[in-house]
């Protein structure tokens, strides 16, 4: 998508910080960002349904991962990955995950990525998290967006982190 940016001083400073009412973008597109800097500046082509079966069982469509293009140099995208990584270890995000990184899950290398603003559609208080988790080749993208509407009742950064702990809990055999 493209951004609009308006001449004036004032305008250029909101536009840099990602939404404005004119600028917007979905949780996909979040997602998307974030998938980005997890594979090294590639974007992978995004699909929502992973397979499909019919009623006996036999796969009968199956998605194939495939590449969209280069979207940031590799060493753009390191750079970004230690700034997000930065936000859950100390910044914005470091009180929802705090004590994840002395649990089970502290071999994983977790990045985010915070916003909030007040929206109109639907009204009410927007609170967002973009982020990544990966360890070994084992990588995920994620975005969440709540919306509340007087006050914050739980912020995104911790529904991620609990969405984390599901994705990546131990499977016991």
């Known amino acids: 998508g493209m951004a ?3 001449d004036e001083a004032w305008g250029i400073a909101e536009s840099s910080s990602g939404f404005t ?12 960002m974030a998938a980005i800097v997890v594979n090294d500046g590639v974007l992978m082509r995004p699909y929502v349904v992973d397979q499909m079966k019919d009623l006996g069982g036999e796969i009968v ?5 495939g590449l969209s293009y280069a979207a940031l140099q590799p060493e753009v995208a390191n750079e970004l990955k230690k700034l997000m990584q930065l936000t859950v270890r100390r910044g914005t995000s470091s009180g929802a995950f705090r004590s994840f990184f002395r649990g089970p ?10 916003g909030s603003l007040s929206g109109d559609a639907p ?6 998290f973009v982020g990544y988790a990966e360890n070994e080749g084992r990588k995920i993208a ?7 509407k007087d006050f914050w009742r739980v912020k995104s950064a911790f529904l991620a ?7 990546y809990r131990p499977s016991y055999v």
């Not at 899950?105 to 915070?114: C, E, I, N, Q, W």
């Open 61 to 65: 469509y199956s998605a194939t991962p």
């Open 161 to 167: 982190r609990r969405a984390l702990e599901i994705y």
């Open 21 to 32: 009412k004119n600028n917007r973008m979905s949780p996909l597109q979040g997602a998307m």
């Open 123 to 128: 009204k009410g208080k927007n609170d967002w």
């Open 4 to 6: 609009w940016v308006p």
């Open 105 to 114: 899950l502290s071999y994983l290398d977790v990045g985010g990525k915070t």
């Open 142 to 148: 994620f975005a969440v967006l709540t919306i509340n």
